[in-house]
């Protein structure tokens, strides 16, 4: 008994009460230039590739893209990639109406070329249509795997009154947090990580996420003995794959400009990038009287229990022994029991 | 006992530990063109009608909006509506200050009409302001009800190192997702909805839901018997409505421009439309031999608990039967306790 | 055995089932205007200084900002407060890569002042880069503090069918709404907040917080016992602090434009504001046969541990006591045991 109390209330630490809400708040911040070869951009910054701007707990970083430009309001084929989409005469193409996933309006007019049965049905939209195309490994921004992402969490467990930021801002700190990065042995808490760490750390790799895209998670564990200082209550961090490696991770936006003429058109952007999402967990614990005392009622519990499945196994198992169903019963189930406590409530309070 | 473990163990699974902790990464698209009637736009993509463009857990699709054009920096009054806005004499509109829920800074003037005793305080700022009326049926996007929305969701249970996808990309299954439409009964895990499909299952009309707006919830529940084949862990989804019928959603921005002189104006857009909420819940089941020792335990200890209380009832209950008293309890009260022990377990278990 | 079952049944309403599973929709609005100094912008609007502008329950409202105006492409030294910029030759300066939080790509040139002997990489990029300076005090807009917040929370108990929001309209509680202000006595559930009082609620002064920014979390408690009347759920608001001091909250972006000879220019801001984060936390409680049968078992196993811990304490600590030990055990247990179970289960229920 003194060998299972000890087990639940030094080891287990089930004198605590714990409290699991945690309430947080998550800044985050990308780092980083590259150089771009397109046209119009000739430098991305953080201000150019991070959406959305104003980034909390989830954030996007572009590292690829395909561009479909001067796209302009008027007549053109439909992507051939849609299934319905397909036709063999212009009633398959329903005037004033849109196929699935359509990027325009039909015009009712299915579109052959010479010599084709079927063809593909005529809208009404931006054309030229988006380029059906792979993200491409020769636009993406090598660079990517070098920025850097600071993560600022503050959490608070408001039913014991206590909180903690990850960043501890104080004269010798501030130039650690300016040269810092991550890592788990080294730097357990510094709050900068390279973008390239990330993703290894998740067994994926880099160039191959930031080509098509994929999401991450990054986990913030705060497990906190308020019984302890607070020096004691530190983030632990760990990372994961939140994307299998068939799909990848991109959106869509468009910029609308007028050309010469004064007509609207538009370039239309796929991008694709890391996306990484903060997770936020956070266990604390604290002495407690009354978790003491139900805990030792529990391991009490668990000792009738015990001393009841010890009767039954005795009195099941063993029912051959005519001896011992004569017997006087408390006294040799005492022992047996005993023996029986030793081994059935240790393994219960190990969950 | 036999009869009780049996239900624990083969009903209930509680030979298995359970994680309820799920991490899970959402993205969504919503595909889809409608044709408007303003001057501005004349085609309506995905571009243009979503809201964020980097649309993760959470996604707004525009169905409808109130136009305040060619807005500028000047005098005018204050929206009648307000009822800090009224006045009766000069004094009540304090110069340089701004009425609650106001549009601009008074500039310390009462706008009466002639004959009228009170009046509109005038302010400096974006005039005229936005007119005060009810979200219209005309303007509303019927061809919204045909949108698709696309959903792909990842979950990990990070205590089983177990990880899957809604979307199980191969090349037969392609060219099923780019046709098939989410059903219950027929295409339970196809990840494409109608918006109208979406909004129905909830109870809610869809073109009254589009007029003024309403938020929705798509629950996609994942729970998973790890002992068997990962085919058999499939994701289950269900609808919620998340507004209430009087209230609408909505929400404002402006665009700027400069007009012909080179001064500051801007367009009000006050849009309503059709918000989705995505909501992943999980439940990971596992065979664990804790979980096994702990549940016999527990059934144990409710037999005895079971047996305690039969002990009870008969003492209490049955006191008046002076035989029972002075007769030799074990023996008796152990034939009673067997039948008590049939039913109340039984009901504690069913939770 | 009264008196335990009626504080477990009568206080803690143990006969309750309970679901703390809420699904919630959150919609939030910022109203106010502000007259500001900067050349750009003479009238601060919520379709201004609110980011996103389609708020869900995260919300950022600006209220100070850092202007960078008229960046260009180009050449210039890099930021003078990054340490790996620091350099004493050239080569320090890797032409082609980029110093951690860098703002350009350098050119291997290390700019020196004249005696110097340590001076700052060359980088090309948007020069001049960022102007490194403190949130200043005189740019703050001091009318934030009247702005206010305006909540629409939906919820719903799925397990019961149970919804409701914080926003019931009616004819009567449309003026309530349009006057009315969050104050914990007076007006408890009127949901439009002065975002002063907000931020002064969890202790903090709003004029500093609005210069350098902070993050705040506010709360709506749903507890609902739904024995009761739809009248008696009702949402319980408070408010949290969720950044420190030291820290402030900020974000960066850039807007482009070109100049006169058609060059691309942009200006930076760094926006510094009041970050408020909407956390929805609920608790349903309903009738259940089965909770009420399995609290009475538990009170009573509760019991039986209570009297095997008398027992046992008999056992042991009174084991002097020959007297004790050879008369018959249970008839003095059981008054023992009967004081014993008075209070140790009622400790326990204390939870």
């Not at 430098?43 to 590739?49: I, K, N, S, T």
């Not at 930031?210 to 986990?219: C, E, L, P, Q, T």
Request: glycine share 6%.
């Amino acid at each position: 008994m003194g060998y299972l109390i000890g087990w639940v209330f030094v080891a287990k630490k089930q004198y605590q009460a714990h409290d699991e809400t945690v309430e947080s708040s998550v800044l985050t911040k990308v780092r980083g230039v590259a150089r771009l070869n397109t046209t119009d951009f000739k430098l991305w910054g953080p201000e150019d590739y991070v959406y959305p701007k104003q980034s909390e707990d989830s954030v996007f970083i572009a590292t690829n893209f395909i561009e479909t430009p001067n796209q302009k309001l008027r007549n053109c084929s439909e992507k051939s990639s849609l299934p319905d989409a397909q036709c063999t005469k212009d009633e398959d193409c329903i005037e004033g109406e849109s196929v699935r996933a359509g990027n325009g309006i039909m015009t009712g007019i299915c579109l052959k070329t010479a010599g084709n049965s079927t063809g593909i049905c005529e809208i009404y939209g931006w054309c030229p249509t988006e380029i059906y195309q792979k993200p491409d490994k020769a636009t993406v921004v090598r660079e990517a795997e070098n920025f850097t992402l600071y993560i600022r969490n503050f959490i608070r467990f408001s039913q014991y009154n206590f909180s903690k930021s990850n960043v501890i801002l104080n004269k010798s700190k501030n130039t650690y947090l300016k040269t810092c990065l991550y890592d788990e042995i080294d730097h357990p808490y510094c709050p900068m990580f390279r973008l390239g760490d990330i993703v290894n750390k998740t067994g994926r790799s880099f160039q191959e996420s930031a080509v098509k895209g994929a999401s991450f998670g990054i986990m913030i564990d705060w497990t906190c003995d308020l019984d302890k200082e607070d020096s004691h209550c530190n983030p632990h961090y760990s990372f994961l794959s939140l994307s299998s490696n068939e799909t990848g991770y991109n959106f869509r936006f468009a910029e609308y400009s007028n050309d010469a003429e004064g007509n609207k058109q538009r370039t239309l952007y796929n991008v694709f990038g890391i996306h990484l999402h903060v997770l936020v967990f956070g266990t604390a614990r604290k002495f407690c009287i009354i978790n003491t005392i139900i805990n030792i009622a529990s391991v009490l519990t668990l000792m009738t229990a015990g001393s009841f499945l010890c009767d039954i196994i005795l009195l099941c198992i063993v029912k051959k022994s005519a001896f011992y169903r004569n017997s006087k019963f408390e006294k040799i189930t005492k022992y047996v029991t005993e023996a029986c406590l030793l081994e059935i409530p240790v393994l219960c309070t190990l969950i």
